[in-house]
Each structure stands twice: as C-alpha cells, then as structure tokens.
DNA sequence: TAAAACCCTACCGTTTTTGTCAAGTATTAT
DNA sequence: ATAATACTTGACAAAAACGGTAGGGTTTTA
C-alpha cells in the first residue's frame, strides 16, 4: 500500500545529481539520465515541473544544464514530492478542492489527517543535504528502536 | 501523493461497524452497506478478505452478519490495511519480493525504507477502540504541535 | 550559424482501481 | 421440509492512473 510514483522517485534522484553539482556546475539532463538510469524525456518533463516550482534553475545552451536555486540544506524532499505528486492526501476528501459531504459522520477522517500529517512533517525534516551527508543511515540503524513508537496518543487503557 | 485506495478505506469503516456489535450482535453487509454507503457486493470482497486474515468470522443464516475475532483493542488499523493493500511499501525495490537492482548505489533506499516503518509504526499504534472511543481526536487538536516533529534524526548541523 | 541544451504538448499502451454480476452454498426460523 | 436470510466465490468490465514515448519547438553560446 501506499505506493510513490516513480516521478516522485525520480525527482528526488534527479535532485541528488543536481545538487552534487552546487554550485558550481550546472548538471545536464543526459548526465542524470545516465547516471540515475532513467530516460531523458522523462526527466524534462520531472524537472520541468521542479523548476517552474523554484527549486531549480535552468542554464540553457553549450555548457548549460540545471541548478539548485537555493542551498541543498534549504530543499525538503517534503517540497520535491509536493511539485510532483501534490500535497500529501490519503484520502480524496483531504484534497485541497475538498468535497467530502460526509465529513462529520466520517470516523476515519481525522485518522487519515493525522497520518497525512505525520508522513508530511517526516518529509519536511529531511533536506537534500541529508541525503547527500548520510547523516540519513540513522534511520535505519540506531534510531529503529526509537522509531516503532512515534505516536503521541493519549495514553490508551490497555492492561 | 500517496493516495489509499477505496478498498483500505472501506475496510476499516466496515471494521469500525463490526466493531459497534462486538462482542453480542452480528452486523450484516446489508447493515454496513447502508451506514457506510457502500455497495453490498463490493463489501462482500473486502469483508472476505478480512475473514480470511482471521480479524473477523462471519456467522451465516437468518440472524447471522460477522463480528470481530478479538477484541477492538486487538485490531489495528495496520492489521487492516495490511490485508487489504499488502504491505506499505513505498517502492517497488521495498515490496516482500523485492527485485531491486541497485539497492547499493540507491541513495533514497533507505529514505522510502524509514518513511514506510514511520507510516507502519503509526498505523499499528492506533486499534478500532482507539476509533470508536474517540481518544483520536487529541491528534487533531492538542497533540498537533508535538506532531509538526515526530522525527527523530540526529541533530542536523544548519544554523 | 550550428550545435548544445532546455522547453512543451500530445498521445498511447499497460496496469491498477473500482466496482458489478451471476451463480452458488450454508444456516435457521417456521 | 423449506423458504428466507445471509454469506461465498469467481469472472469480468469500465474508468482512471501510471509510466512513459514521440516529435516538434526555442534559446544560448562557442
């Protein structure tokens, strides 16, 4: 469940490669597209979006090629996904056009908010500079354990 | 991004109504169909599904409709979505299968990975009672602004 | 002025989603 | 017994989303 589209994937690659080059050397579509493993087409239209978003700039002409706009510390992966995928929202009632008529008698609604919520907030925290760093392995090493309970619910009356 | 389908969301209305009889009455798909607006032949699908994980028994003839194996402070949504969708798995390369071939050299690997136990940790914290009873409405409200940082990365050097 | 490189839009095949339909089988109240 | 209730199962189909491809631009600079 919950699949990411691989333009979103994508995007947060092409990012990557982009953001090595900072600030410097302006990356070209074809280098992404080898060194990422995906076809340049694609990528125009990824990175098409990404730049009229602001988070890239495009240098065009013999020795040209694409630019973060602003430092990698400063770009959320929260804020790649968002261009290219839209807000987070679990739901169709939580788009941002709404149109939900059942909101008050839906149970589940604030339940697929929180979520949305929280998976959003995580997005936020991460920046390209982390994922360069691999400051981001803690993730997956010490901080596991602390991560199996990230909740902050009430405390449930469970003996 | 990251859209749940119908049939997860479905699900855990349903669950939430099964859980409303539980432990004495039986509810009948015709009974969900209604409060929750959902055709009866496509309940029969997901209710289905949902037997044969053993989160529910359905009780046939006159009188009979499913109710919960266990207690709705054994259920959690997680076990839910879990049958219904499968597993979270952000990616391809993240599925049980698995099938990626440049696991090493992917430098999002284990962004998508860390996301995915976030969501999966969260879902398993929050059962049917928690739904029922309404302790959820605290994420809403008060806990809101603890939630704007459920992340926990090692200290990240930006000033 | 030509090559490098970005820019833009249309289209299209496949897969997934979201269901419907039809024909069962099991159980029980009467 | 048997009729009514209710679950069980598998096939199928319309519609949307996904994952690209194709092919034509335009802009810049060596």
Not at 48 to 66: E, F, T, V
Not at 131 to 147: H, P, Q, V
Request: proline residues 5%.
């Amino acid at each position: 469940m919950l699949r990411l589209s691989t333009k979103g994937q994508y995007g947060v690659r092409a990012m990557y490669e982009i953001a090595r080059g900072y600030p410097a050397t302006p990356v070209t579509i074809k280098e992404i597209s080898e060194r990422q493993d995906v076809s340049v087409a694609y990528l125009e239209q990824i990175l098409n979006k990404l730049r009229k978003a602001g988070l890239i700039k495009s240098i065009r002409g013999p020795g040209g090629g694409y630019i973060l706009n602003r430092s990698a510390d400063k770009i959320s992966i929260a804020s790649i996904l968002n261009e290219l995928e839209g807000p987070v929202a679990l739901t169709s009632c939580l788009e941002p056009e709404g149109g939900c008529v059942r909101i008050d008698s839906c149970v589940t609604h604030l339940l697929w908010k929180a979520l949305g919520e929280q998976v959003e907030a995580f997005l936020k925290t991460i920046t390209l500079k982390n994922l360069m760093a691999g400051d981001f392995y803690a993730l997956g090493g010490t901080a596991k354990k602390e991560m199996r309970r990230p909740v902050r619910l009430k405390p449930q009356s469970q003996p």
